[in-house]
């Protein structure tokens, strides 16, 4: 399958907390992306990382991505309710355009 | 400036009905991708318009078509629907040279 893997499949933390997700594939990619969605509905996007990038930062949240181990991570700091989500990597492969390949994602609980 | 905005929101059909989804790009915006993620999975890739053509197409019947107008927006049309076309179906874009792509907050179609 050309989709991510992500791990944990769901992650409950305390609010003030970090949280990790990650992301592991099997094909060279172009680029890996984050997205967020809330309650089944719209996915917002976080992040983007190239293939040639090894690490990327936007606010509490930051990117990494191995490609000799085909995997990325993302770490939220200092965690917040609103936090509460589902995580997605989304996959671009070159010469694939701007299709992305989701995998199943990471439903991340914060506690008040 | 609007996002990317789908009609309707909710939708319910009876099987073998067709059903047309619409949606409005972000401003500048030139390329559409819809994108079908049932339910605790993640969206899966159908196909993408850009310059009013289909520029690639995921593993989904014929049944499942398109359309871009000049303005950019697209329509999604599905034929013949089954119970198993019951999900939510998200209109995403972008610029052609660019893989970052906005969603808009998806119709839910439920297929009874």
């Known amino acids: 399958s050309q989709q991510g893997e992500e791990d944990p499949q769901a992650l409950s933390i305390q609010e003030g907390e970090n949280a990790t997700m990650n992301c592991s594939y099997k094909?060279?990619?172009?680029?890996l992306q984050w997205y967020r969605q809330n309650s089944g509905r719209g996915l917002v996007h976080l992040i983007l990382i190239r293939s040639n990038e090894r690490e990327k930062h936007s606010g509490r949240l930051r990117v990494t991505l191995d490609t000799s181990k085909k995997s990325s991570s993302l770490l939220i700091t200092a965690s917040r309710a609103a936090d509460t989500a589902s995580y997605f990597c989304?996959?671009?492969?070159?010469?694939?355009?701007?299709?992305?390949?989701f995998g199943k994602g990471i439903t991340l609980s914060v506690r008040p | 400036d609007a996002g990317v905005t789908q009609s309707p929101t909710h939708l319910i059909k009876t099987r073998g009905q067709q059903v047309t989804l619409r949606c409005s790009p972000k401003?500048?915006?030139?390329?559409v991708s819809w994108y079908q993620q049932a339910l605790g999975q993640g969206p899966q890739f159908i196909f993408q318009y850009y310059e009013e053509e289909e520029r690639q197409r995921g593993n989904f019947p014929d049944r499942f078509s398109g359309h871009q107008f000049p303005n950019y927006s697209s329509e999604l049309n599905v034929n013949a629907l089954l119970l198993g076309d019951s999900a939510l179906y998200l209109c995403?874009?972008?610029?052609?040279?660019?893989?970052?792509?906005?969603f808009g907050q998806g119709t839910r179609l439920t297929v009874v």
């Open positions: 989304a996959l671009a492969y070159t010469g694939a355009n701007s299709k992305l390949t």
């Open positions: 401003s500048g915006h030139d390329t």
């Open positions: 995403a874009s972008g610029w052609a040279v660019n893989t970052e792509a906005f």
């Open positions: 094909t060279s990619i172009n680029n």
